[in-house]
């Protein structure tokens, strides 16, 4: 394996970089011109940016496309608050290069078999039969999709096993509150936090390049995973409310309608694992992004917290 240079998000605006990096995808587009162009999001384990590939052609667009490892000689420029990578050259790598598509992957920053031991303890913790029963088919019967998909394609715990990570975060999360107010279920609360966002294995297309399903556009992982939690209680031949109220806290875990949220949490363990997870999810893009920036500077604008830059104190070190 070739030993890659420090990552594309790690260099100043105003930097020139010589890069191996990984198109996550690529879009095609018609400059003002008239002439065709890609946008080309790229990545490596630092995280992505965007570059803009002008005059484009045929031959570009297949050499070009998602998945494919290129070399490239170009410029980090600032535009309109985000970093752009400025592609001066640009060349399809091969095998004398002796990079591979592991080298270029943003992964949680705990392994798959420490999550999954945090999993199976949680489970085991849960009293309730039936809510215990049902959680552990639906872990063991999606688990290796579950332990490497993203959490989403953007936005937050966008890579390889932020899903698990999500989970394993929120769990802790949910422990440290039940253990301030103890009338909360724990049981319900682990396994809503456990569930919530399992039906991304099927909604997204896997942990590379990743894009929606057609189950996944035309579904959601929310409509999928109400089904998923009654196809196993009936295959665990288990009837009860556990099984309603479990599908209660998937179905309203977004929180509201115009967040994506068939109905708002009407069960107190809902309405906390709606904060949790909103908690989790902010946090994480918080972090990622003031990593990537020196203390007295600002952070690109982040879309999903309603496009604000957030500031790094100085006395931040």
């Known amino acids: 394996m070739k030993r890659l240079s420090k990552g594309v998000l790690q260099y ?20 003002s011109n008239g002439k065709p162009f890609l ?17 484009a052609g045929a031959d570009d667009e297949k050499n070009y496309s998602a998945q494919t ?11 309109r608050g985000k970093s752009q990578l400025k592609i001066r050259q640009i060349r399809k790598t091969g095998p004398s290069d002796g990079v591979r598509l592991d080298d270029f992957l943003e992964t ?9 031991s945090k999993l199976t303890q949680y489970i ?13 088919h639906l872990i063991k019967k999606h688990q290796k999709a579950f332990m490497e998909y993203p959490a989403a394609t953007k936005n937050h715990h966008e890579f390889v096993s932020g899903l698990a990570y999500h989970v394993v ?5 949910a422990k440290a509150i039940a253990s301030l107010y103890p009338s909360l279920d724990k ?16 909604e997204l297309s896997g942990p590379i390049s990743t894009s929606y399903t057609i189950e996944g556009n035309l579904l959601g992982h929310i409509t999928i995973m109400i089904t998923e939690i009654g196809k196993a209680a009936e295959e665990l031949s288990i009837t009860g409310e556990e099984v309603l109220i479990l599908q209660h806290l998937v ?12 109905k708002p949490p009407l069960i107190k363990e809902a309405e906390i694992l709606h904060y949790i997870d909103n908690l989790d999810a902010k946090m994480n893009m918080l972090d990622r992004a003031l990593e990537r920036v020196k203390p007295g500077e600002y952070t690109e604008r982040i879309f999903a917290l309603d496009n604000r830059a957030f500031y790094k104190p100085v006395f931040h070190k």
């Open 251 to 262: 179905l309203s875990h977004h929180g509201k309608a115009e967040w994506g949220s068939p």
């Open 169 to 173: 975060s929120m769990l802790d999360l």
């Open 187 to 202: 049981d319900l609360l682990y396994a809503g936090v456990i569930l919530h966002d399992m039906g991304k294995v099927m």
């Open 12 to 31: 100043d605006v105003g930097a020139q970089v010589d890069l191996y990096l990984l198109i996550k995808s690529s879009t095609k587009g018609i400059a």
């Open 69 to 79: 490892i290129v070399k490239i000689l170009g410029d980090v420029q600032n535009y």
């Open 39 to 55: 946008t080309l999001i790229l990545q490596d384990q630092s995280g992505e940016i965007e570059a803009k590939l002008w005059d």
């Open 108 to 116: 949680a920053p705990v392994s798959q078999e420490e999550m999954m």
């Open 124 to 136: 085991f913790e849960m009293k309730n039969p039936n809510i215990q029963r049902i959680t552990r």
